[in-house]
């Protein structure tokens, strides 16, 4: 996402540029809404104005796999809290992830990808010219994406995102629609797919939406037209204060008129008097002007709005003014069809009113001390509509508050990135309500910068400087100082920047700093803030450090216990009945290992991944005095066990993730035990001496205790986890979408008999 003020200095740009507005976006038709079928004499029932049929696409029942339960550690060694670091569950905590829907609608040839073009050639920022790069203004990937170059749309990446983000806790998604498009194909997309995940009883994120900061009305009007008003995927909705929640400015919603056109600001000089003129057809409810004050932050204004007569219809005196902020009269009733003239006057400090030096607003004019001069000033009407009223109605608002230093200037305001220290937001009942939390950002010397630029807040910029040890990166000291804020803070709501933007238009000038070649909010594995995982890079650390904070900050569930020793039958005549008497069960996702094929980012990559094949449902244990029973179920009849990499069991006995291989002491198929000794696998025991029977979708494999080195004593500890289709030596990110693991990715299941 590219935040640009709305009005920069003379000559430079404004807007996110022409090659963030493709032509042919993929919008699909709204169809008939819930209104259209009520009219036609449908039998639908009504549930907080949405039909049951549309309430009914959320999931009937939940198979809660537990994920807070799961314990491991990184590829650093750092260990997840558990109960007794994070305490117990916490009600009322949400985590929102800003999530990034436009990987796939802005390609133009690529992917190019910033890191490996200067790897190549480590002086290109210097070389505008250079082939390694894309057009100007073309996306470039700031790195390689784990799952590869892919495009939004892909239901296979779609997947792993839910699974890993509900794992992580994370509650809700925000979805980045501040370009004006809504991306309608790519967010169709996630909803089916996501849907498709609670039919199976797995976990997503709610979704939510963040709308353009300074011109949201094209983008809400889209999504109520699209999305909202049908009630499609309402299951999914996020909401706040028993109604779908939006993030967008609902003063700004409205039809307007007005002159928004600007190339000119002029400080206005003591004892003026500026002013505008303007006749309304139609009910008005607000007007709206925008002001400079050059950055300064003590600047007054009276702003008064006054019928053709000279009668006072609202006046305002604002102080601490925002520099190009929009100052707002929203009189008690609404403005009646007329003429009309706004006034600037009393000013304080340095503040000039937004101009255009020609008269571009064709029903008024602009005024000094109440006589008519050339140009027009920088103003809005907000007309009064149905469909406003309409969507005002429907939605909780949050304003969201685009600046990364400055802090709410008014309740019910939401951060989406700041610098450290954050600030806690408020809602209008004055309680707080939450705080955002950034992994990097593009701030330098206090202003919006680029994150190519020197100075940036990269992800190793902590307690206000650089940590330039080689492996600073992977540490994540930005993240964990703003994670630290947060949970010192404690609000209910923490917004996460971010998940997958992974793209940056390539610039030669931003906010009046100009460099042969500019990237925004993107740039390298140091200058960047995704957290989903990548290649050749900080893998998953970022993901598992989220993780930890989250648990932090909601608490997690206590493991749970082993019930009593209990002997298990040693043949498969035998049945594997005996086994629903055997607590706890760990659960893993099902449905979780489709295949992929898609087309990659450019259209020249293709993706494809078969390697799913015997889905993990179940897994429990069992212990007697000398034996350890293990029992995996899957969702189908288990492939033939001469098939490669079958249904491998990892176990860590000593719970501890430093010793062993990535932290495990013994691994088990198909009847072999296999040790963790001197840096290689050997033979733990005579062959033979662990028994495997298998039947349909079951499967149970007896140790002796010995073999494991566990202790005697009906007390006993140990963590584990099953694989299918995984090569024995792959490392554990090619665990996040190869074969299945129970449970997911790094972590394990924890068997704790007391």
């Known amino acids: 996402m590219r935040i640009i003020p709305c009005k920069l200095k003379s000559n430079s740009k404004c807007g996110h540029g022409p090659d963030l507005q493709p032509e042919g976006v993929r919008k699909p038709g709204a169809g008939k809404g819930w209104q259209a079928a009520l009219a036609a004499g449908a039998v639908v029932g009504l549930l907080g104005g949405l039909p049951l049929k549309a309430l009914a696409q959320t999931r009937t029942s939940v198979r809660d796999t537990m994920p807070d339960t799961w314990v491991g550690a990184d590829a650093l060694g750092r260990v997840l809290p558990s109960t007794a670091e994070a305490g117990p569950p916490k009600p009322g905590k949400t985590v929102a992830m800003f999530y990034f829907l436009w990987l796939g609608p802005h390609e133009n040839g690529g992917p190019y990808d910033i890191t490996k073009i200067l790897r190549q050639d480590p002086d290109a920022m210097k070389k505008p010219d250079s082939p390694l790069w894309g057009p100007m203004h073309v996306p470039h990937h700031w790195g390689e994406p784990h799952l590869g170059y892919y495009r939004t749309d892909d239901e296979f990446v779609l997947a792993k995102h839910a699974q890993m983000l509900a794992d992580a806790g994370v509650d809700t998604l925000v979805f980045d629609v501040t370009n004006q498009l809504t991306y309608a194909h ?8 996501f849907s498709r995940v ?10 939510a939406f963040l709308c353009p900061f300074w011109t949201p009305k094209k983008v809400v009007r889209e999504l109520w037209r699209e999305l909202y008003s049908n009630g499609d995927h309402s299951g999914l909705w996020f909401r706040l204060d028993g109604k779908p929640f939006i993030l967008a400015d609902p003063r700004l919603i409205g039809e307007t008129i007005g002159m928004e056109q600007h190339n000119s600001v002029t400080e206005l000089a003591p004892g003026a008097v500026e002013g505008q003129t303007f006749t309304l057809s139609q009910p008005a409810t607000a007007v709206s002007a925008s ?5 300064t932050t003590d600047s007054e204004l009276t702003l008064t709005l006054r019928k053709a007569a000279g009668e006072t219809a609202a006046t305002r005196t604002f102080t601490h003014m925002t520099d190009n902020g929009w100052l707002e009269l929203r009189p008690d009733k609404p403005l009646e069809p007329g003429e009309w003239t706004l006034e600037a006057s009393g000013a304080v400090g340095k503040v000039g009113w937004w101009r255009h030096t020609k008269s571009r607003f064709g029903g008024g004019s602009a005024t000094l001390n109440g006589k008519p001069v050339d140009g027009d000033r920088m103003f809005r009407v907000e007309t009064d509509d149905d469909e406003a009223r309409q969507i005002r109605s429907f939605f909780t608002f949050r304003s969201p508050q685009a600046d990364y230093f400055r802090g709410p200037e008014r309740p019910d305001m939401w951060s989406w990135l700041e610098v450290s220290p954050q600030h806690v937001f408020r809602n209008a009942r004055r309680e707080a309500e939450m705080m955002s939390v950034g992994v990097a950002q593009n701030a330098v010397a206090g202003r919006l910068g680029c994150l190519s630029e020197a100075g940036s807040h990269g992800r190793s910029f902590h307690n206000g400087v650089w940590d330039t040890r080689p492996d600073a990166v992977r540490q994540g000291l930005n993240f964990a100082e703003q ?22 238009g390539r610039f030669n000038e931003f906010n009046g700093v100009r460099e042969p070649v500019m990237f925004v909010d993107q740039f390298n594995q140091e200058n960047s803030r995704d ?41 498969a005549d035998a049945g594997f009945a005996p086994w629903t008497e055997v607590a706890p069960v760990f659960l893993d996702d099902a449905g979780d290992t489709g295949h992929r094929k898609h087309t990659g980012y450019g259209g020249r990559l293709s993706y494809e991944n078969n390697t799913g094949r015997n889905d993990i449902l179940e897994s429990r244990v069992a212990r007697g005095a000398d034996t350890v029973w293990f029992y995996v179920k899957t969702r189908e009849p288990l492939t033939p066990a001469t098939d490669p990499d079958w249904m491998r069991l990892l176990l860590d006995t000593d719970t501890n993730s430093a010793t062993g291989w990535q932290g495990y002491d013994f691994r088990y198929s198909c009847g072999r035990l296999e040790q963790w000794t001197d840096g290689r696998w050997e033979p733990a ?22 073999l494991l080195k566990l202790p005697p004593g009906k007390a006993m500890r140990l963590d584990f986890k099953w694989m299918d289709n995984i090569p024995a030596e792959a ?17 394990n299941y924890r068997f704790l008999a007391e």
């Not at 609670?198 to 979704?207: A, D, E, L, S, W």
């Not at 002001?291 to 950055?295: E, L, M, Q, S, V």
């Not at 025991?685 to 010995?706: K, S």
């Not at 490392?731 to 972590?747: C, K, S």
Request: net charge neutral.
């Open 531 to 571: 957290i989903e995982p990548m290649r050749d890079g900080h893998g998953d650390d970022y993901y598992y450090q989220l993780m930890s904070a989250v648990r932090r900050f909601k608490g997690v569930r206590p493991l749970p216990l082993a019930g009593p020793e209990k002997t298990m039958a040693a043949a």
């Open 291 to 295: 002001f400079a004050t050059w950055g």
């Open 731 to 747: 490392p554990p990110l090619d665990w996040i979408d190869t074969g299945d693991t129970a449970p997911n990715g790094r972590l």
């Open 186 to 193: 790519e967010y169709r997309a996630l909803l089916e797919v």
């Open 198 to 207: 609670r039919k199976n009883g797995g976990r997503t994120p709610q979704v």
């Open 685 to 706: 025991g005579p062959a033979g001496t662990v028994a495997m029977i298998h039947a349909g979708n079951e499967l149970q494999a007896a140790i002796p205790r010995t």
């Open 483 to 504: 994670w630290s804020n947060a949970l010192k803070a404690d609000p209910p709501t923490v917004f996460v920047t971010g998940w997958n933007e992974w793209i940056a």
